[in-house]
Each structure stands twice: as structure tokens, then as C-alpha cells.
């Protein structure tokens, strides 16, 4: 139901959310200091994913393919995630909070999967039913 809800186009999420991201994409770069390519592309990925949300929040139906890219970033960002966690050393324990492949295969498992499904799919459920999108179920008049 989040992602349903989120992507919705809610008049409460659009005027609660397309501020504050607008905001966001607009006032990262300003809180640069030193620019080096990891931080531009960092950057430019967090404000351009942010421009993408709101446009996508802002008119589901015409730029639904901005959240589908949005739901992608979020599996990339995972899959780099567990990539910098195997490449950075053997497995560690300790604190969940801690960076570890533990940790980043979890995230990639519970959130950039269902993020992969959306980018793909365009949904995070199952297909609704024929009934449940008001059809007759079938052999039905």
C-alpha cells in the first residue's frame, strides 16, 4: 500500500512533498564545499532523483515514468551498496546500524527488490484481479 499510496498522486502528497524535493534538489548543491567528481556525481544523482519524485507526484498519469525511474535509482543505489560492502572487506559483525554486507543484502532484499518490481512492472503487488478493476470474473453476464 506505500507505493500505491506515494504514487498516487494524493493532493496531500503532491502539496506536502513536491516542496520540500524541490527545496532538496535546489539547495544540495549549495552546500557543496569542494567539488570532486564522487561528490558531483552524488549529488547530481540525489537532485536529479528528487526533481524526478516531484514531477512524478506532481502528475502520475502523464509522468508516471518518472517514479518507474525513481523506483530504478533506489535498486541501483542498493546494488552499489552490497557492490561497496563485498569489494570493502570480509564480513563484518557487530551493531545492524553498521555498514556490512549483511546489511546491504537486507536492503537489497527488502527494499530494492519491490523498488526493481516498480521500475519493471509499473506496481509493487500482485496483478489485481479482473474483479477488483470491476470486470465480471469470467463465464459471468
Known amino acids: ?11 496531500f502528497i503532491r ?5 520540500v524535493l524541490l527545496l532538496f534538489a535546489l539547495g544540495m548543491p549549495l552546500m557543496v564545499d569542494q567539488w570532486t567528481p564522487g561528490v558531483m556525481i552524488g549529488i547530481g ?14 502528475a502520475p498519469s502523464r509522468f ?17 551498496y552490497l557492490g561497496s560492502e563485498i569489494v570493502s572487506g570480509p ?25 526493481l518490481r516498480y521500475a519493471l512492472l509499473g506496481r509493487f503487488g500482485p496483478e489485481p ?6 470486470e465480471p470474473p469470467d463465464g459471468a453476464t
Not at 99 to 111: F, N, T
Open 1 to 11: 500500500m506505500f507505493g500505491e499510496t506515494l504514487f498516487s498522486g494524493s493532493p
Open 15 to 19: 502539496w506536502t512533498l513536491v516542496p
Open 45 to 58: 544523482t540525489l537532485s536529479a532523483t528528487s526533481l524526478l519524485l516531484a514531477l512524478g507526484l506532481t
Open 64 to 80: 508516471g515514468w518518472a517514479n518507474r525511474v525513481v523506483a530504478a535509482i533506489v535498486f541501483l543505489a542498493f546494488v552499489l
Open 91 to 115: 564480513w563484518r559483525s557487530g551493531s545492524r546500524s553498521q555498514p556490512s554486507i549483511l546489511s546491504a543484502l537486507a536492503g537489497l532484499v527488502i527494499i530494492g527488490f519491490p523498488a
Open 129 to 134: 484481479s479482473s474483479e477488483e478493476n470491476g
